[in-house]
């Protein structure tokens, strides 16, 4: 009997040793031009199966309870981002994710979904409950799906895409904190416990200019031939720290993060540091430990060098020393960045401009993706595109109007910017009033309308630190020389304040009208009421009256 | 291709030798928890420090974050005024972090409404709810139900916007009643005026608790000069400073909790009403409602049957076309874009 148990028991571990899914964990550190330094991780899971015939009941690296989710919903591809501040493109070149303030998801579901919207509205409650985040308020009236700009990243099996299969939305005032990271890292196989994930204190993940915390599902090719797909996903946290904030720009990992590692997660297949020290000339810094291993990386013409550190098993931390050369340097802004503001004044008209900047010296192709809640009426004729003050003609352009209440503004501008240029894109919307239960309980703060996002393939990868397509890991992104690199740019949230009722107005009118009514009926009740009795007026000689008032007098 | 599996399930067979009436009777079989912080904005700072500290108590005491239901209105540990982020501490010394590293709000901004709460105790929630803000009570669960805000004379102000009356309160407990959501119930209140929030309860099995009497204002313990505002109400610190000194192998009661903050340094005085509760509260351990301790039954014999279930052969039939998967373009290539 014993001997069956015990054969059982090794069957068991047999199968699960021979499941076909890797786990590897990756650091990013890149000092930024100006006072900053970029941390980025990297937690990729990556699972041979097949999306068809596997039930998702059982799993070993790959979080279960996202797969059940994205089984239920027949979700084919998932992206989720929280975001806290906002990535500043101008000054810090590109991250390797991308992602808007405050909460952005977007998912392909499979062609085979009945009814997509259903889908999306349960699938966007199931990650409000996973990830604690108000995912619930996604809904049709918030929801686009885009034609340009998001195509499936991952790699599907039908050459045409179909964009009735994609949704997207945003919750730009969505907060993150630690509520949204404590589910995150239960996603990850070794918790938060050991690895680069005992790195994510809180403390000091909030303490920074920009956080962002993100999940990434898509299918990826499992060889070169790309007759069978994996499940790849990819975990990432974004973490821009200011040398302000830390008071000093001898950073360790220990200052950024309140400790070093604590060893690596021993279920990973890759645990790896790199730190970016091509900037070395500019902002030099000495490193201790050494780093294992120095590689260089030729990324479309951009040359950059990383120092790589492989995990050890026990407590693991890096020292940096800042030398000052007083070398100032040149910040090159990257090549296209971009950013939106209001204009207009007054609460009945108004106008979002979104400035799009390309300092290549070509042409560059952008498409201008803009999701305008459903209480922004835009008005599709006053679209302008004025590019270094000429007026320029968008080569494709996509436009759902929004209808209030179910659907919002979709707005997709195909653009070509000519060389070293900047285009501003401008459109006016009317300010509206909603209804009296729709203004939320803190109505004065202001409606935000969400990012717009500059998709573009550039042919340069300077400040570029994204991973090529068909790469998983930080690693691939080395050497990965492509005719084009990815960016999606986002820019800015808006806040404006729509026409606010005065909501006491109710109640000052309950009490005026009482007032008046008080200070009616009482002289109307008197009039009524009382009755009136005439007097007899007898007629008095002028005698009479004055001893009448000299008596009175006495 | 064809894989020939065996699946062997062992099961753990457990014998015991003792009756079934062995089980201390504790008459519950699981714990609840219902945290509800209704206010909004910065200066309401330490509502949210209040909730957190019950939260932070019970957890500690074992009830699992997933049958924990925490509701916050606002966002404090990382509003952008708060000079330490990520944190909301109980005191200005900063003793607690009460908010902590491991946190799961599971309703929280905009969430917090009347109806959401209502439906939530009901159980009338949409479908598609995820199951971490359904409250998924049973006959045998004990419901702990903590409110915080800003309430008056026979209400609870939820989000400065709307509110929940003591009648509607006591008719939602009534519905979890007769629809067999709770065993018993421990209802706590913080706010001002506490004790009309509870007047007006009729079900069986609750016992409740206010900060202040109807006529009385809960005041709060004191400000941080550092954050600028109020940092916890009065009650709930003293509450928390009790249930601090707790463990799971305690044997405080329920009564000494009762007793926890007297007129001296509440400077209101704590409502209690104990006319629904069948037991007397002097015995009923405190981690009755804040923890979660399970009747366990020791067994002197174990015996492990493995279970041994042949599936058979389980065919996975290939894919019968070969498909051929692809990356397409991110964006979509302007020359095949119809204008």
Same mark, same amino acid.
């Not at chain 1, 085979?112 to 009814?115: A, E, I, L, S, V």
């Not at chain 2, 003792?18 to 201390?24: H, L």
């Given at each position: 009997m014993e001997i069956i148990h015990i054969l059982g028991v090794l069957m068991h571990i047999h199968s699960v040793l021979t499941s076909q899914d890797t786990f590897s964990e990756e650091l990013l550190i890149k000092p930024l031009y100006s006072d900053q330094v970029y941390t980025h991780f990297h937690f990729s899971t990556k699972w041979d199966v097949d999306m068809d015939t596997e039930t998702f009941n059982h799993s070993r690296l790959f979080p279960r309870a996202l797969g059940e989710i994205i089984k239920r919903f027949n979700v084919q591809e998932l992206h989720v981002s929280l975001t806290g501040g906002l990535w500043r493109y101008e000054n810090?070149? &590109?991250? =390797?994710v991308d992602a808007a303030p405050g909460a952005e998801v977007w998912a392909w579901f499979r062609p085979?979904?009945?009814?997509v919207d259903k889908n999306w509205k349960l699938l966007a409650n199931s990650l409000s409950g996973l990830l604690?985040?108000?995912?619930?308020? =996604?809904d049709k009236s918030n929801s686009i799906s885009p034609?340009?700009?998001?195509?499936?990243?991952g790699a599907i099996d039908s050459p045409n895409v179909n964009n009735t299969y994609l949704r997207y939305a945003s919750l730009p005032r969505e907060i993150v904190c630690t509520e949204n990271l404590t589910p995150w890292k239960k996603?990850?196989?070794?918790?938060?416990?050991?690895?680069?994930?005992?790195?994510?204190?809180s403390g000091y993940i909030h303490n920074s200019r920009y956080h962002s915390v993100g999940l990434h599902l898509r299918q990826i090719c499992q /060889?070169?031939?790309?007759e069978s797909v994996s499940l790849d996903l990819q975990q990432t946290v974004s973490l821009v720290y200011d040398y302000g904030i830390l008071g000093?720009?001898?950073?360790s990992l220990s200052k950024l993060f309140?400790?070093? =590692?604590?060893?690596?997660? =021993?279920?990973?297949?890759r645990s790896e540091i790199y730190i970016d020290i091509t900037s070395t000339t500019a902002r030099a810094f000495t490193l201790d430990?050494?780093?294992?291993e120095v590689l260089t990386s030729v990324r479309g013409g951009h040359h950059s060098t990383f120092g790589k550190y492989t995990l050890p098993r026990n407590f693991f931390n890096i020292y940096t020393k800042f030398i000052d050369k007083e070398i100032v340097s040149l910040n090159v802004p990257p090549v296209l960045h971009a950013n939106q503001y209001l204009t207009g004044y007054g609460q009945e008209r108004g106008g979002i401009v979104t400035k799009v900047y390309n300092n290549h010296w070509s042409e560059l192709d952008v498409v201008l993706l803009q999701d305008i809640p459903w209480y922004v009426p835009i008005y599709l004729h006053t679209l302008k595109l004025m590019s270094n003050d000429i007026e320029i003609k968008p080569v494709a352009l996509r436009y759902v109007p929004g209808k209030q209440r179910e659907r919002p503004y979709y707005l997709e501008v195909f653009i070509k910017l000519p060389p070293r240029s900047t285009t501003s894109v401008s459109i006016d919307f009317d300010y509206v009033f909603l209804k009296?239960?729709? &203004?939320?309980? /803190?109505?004065?703060?202001g409606f935000y309308i969400g990012s717009a996002i500059i998709s573009s393939i550039l042919p340069v990868a300077r400040n570029y630190t994204g991973l090529p397509q068909?790469?998983?890991?930080?690693?691939?992104?080395?050497?990965?020389?492509?005719s084009g690199y990815l960016v999606q740019v986002r820019t800015e949230n808006m806040v404006i304040t729509l026409?606010?009722? /005065?909501?006491s107005m109710p109640y000052n009118v309950i009490c005026l009208a009482c007032t008046v009514v008080a200070l009616a009926f009482g002289p109307l009740h008197n009039i009524t009421t009382r009755r009136l009795v005439m007097k007899s007026k007898k007629k008095e000689s002028l005698l009479v009256k004055l001893k009448k008032f000299l008596s009175f007098n006495k | 291709m064809i894989v020939k599996q065996l699946i062997f399930l062992v099961i753990l067979h457990a014998v015991s030798? $003792?009756?079934?009436?062995?089980?201390?009777?504790?008459? @519950?079989t699981n714990n609840w928890a219902v945290l509800v912080d209704t206010s909004r904005f910065w200066f309401n700072y330490r509502h949210v420090a209040n909730v957190l500290s019950i939260y932070r108590s019970v957890k500690r005491l074992g009830i699992p974050d997933s049958q924990i239901i925490l509701m916050i209105?606002?966002?404090?540990?990382?509003?952008?005024?708060?000079?330490?982020?990520?944190t909301v501490f109980n005191n200005a010394n900063q @003793?607690?972090?009460?908010?902590?590293d491991d946190v799961e709000v599971d309703y929280r901004g905009y969430e917090v409404t009347v109806e959401n709460f209502v439906r939530l105790l009901t159980g009338?929630?949409?479908?598609?709810?995820p199951r971490s803000k359904q409250?998924?009570?049973?006959?045998g669960s004990n419901v702990l139900i903590y409110l915080t805000g800003h309430g008056g004379d026979g209400f609870l102000k939820f989000q400065d916007s709307e509110e929940i009356t003591s009648q509607e309160m006591a008719d939602a407990l009534e519905q979890m009643w007769q629809k067999q959501r709770y065993h018993e119930t421990f209802f706590m209140i913080d706010t001002c005026q506490a004790a009309s929030m509870y007047e007006r309860f009729y079900s069986p099995n609750i016992l409740a608790v206010g900060?202040?009497?109807?006529?009385e204002d809960s005041l709060s313990h004191h400000v941080d000069p550092a954050i600028?505002?109020?940092?916890?109400d009065r009650y709930t610190y003293y509450a928390l400073d009790f249930l601090e000194n707790?463990?799971?192998?305690?044997?405080?009661?329920v009564g000494e909790f009762l007793k926890v903050c007297p007129k001296s340094v509440c400077i209101s005085t704590v409502g209690v009403r $104990?006319?629904?509760?069948?037991?007397n509260p002097d015995e009923?351990?405190?981690?009755?409602?804040f923890g979660s301790v399970r009747p366990i039954d020791l067994m002197d014999q174990v015996a492990i049957e493995p279970l041994v279930v042949d599936v058979g052969q389980r065919k996975v039939v290939p894919s019968t076309k070969r498909r051929k998967y692809a990356y397409v373009q991110p964006i979509v290539n302007v020359d095949t874009v119809s204008l």
């Open positions: 810090w070149g &590109y991250p =390797v085979d979904t009945g009814d604690c985040a108000s995912l619930n308020f =996604v034609e340009f700009s998001f195509q499936p990243s996603l990850l196989p070794c918790n938060s416990k050991t690895g680069l994930a005992s790195l994510l204190n /060889d070169e031939s790309c000093t720009k001898d950073w309140g400790q070093g =590692v604590n060893g690596r997660c =021993v279920l990973a297949s430990p050494q780093p294992d009296w239960q729709e &203004y939320p309980p /803190d109505a004065n703060h068909d790469g998983t890991l930080i690693s691939h992104s080395f050497n990965a020389s492509r026409p606010t009722p /005065d909501f | 030798t $003792k009756s079934q009436s062995s089980f201390p009777n504790k008459g @519950h209105a606002d966002d404090m540990a990382c509003n952008p005024r708060n000079p330490r982020p990520a @003793h607690i972090n009460v908010y902590g009338r929630l949409p479908p598609g709810t409250l998924l009570t049973d006959e900060s202040s009497l109807v006529g600028g505002v109020y940092i916890i707790v463990d799971l192998q305690t044997n405080k009661s $104990k006319d629904l509760f069948q037991r009923v351990p405190v981690t009755d409602f």
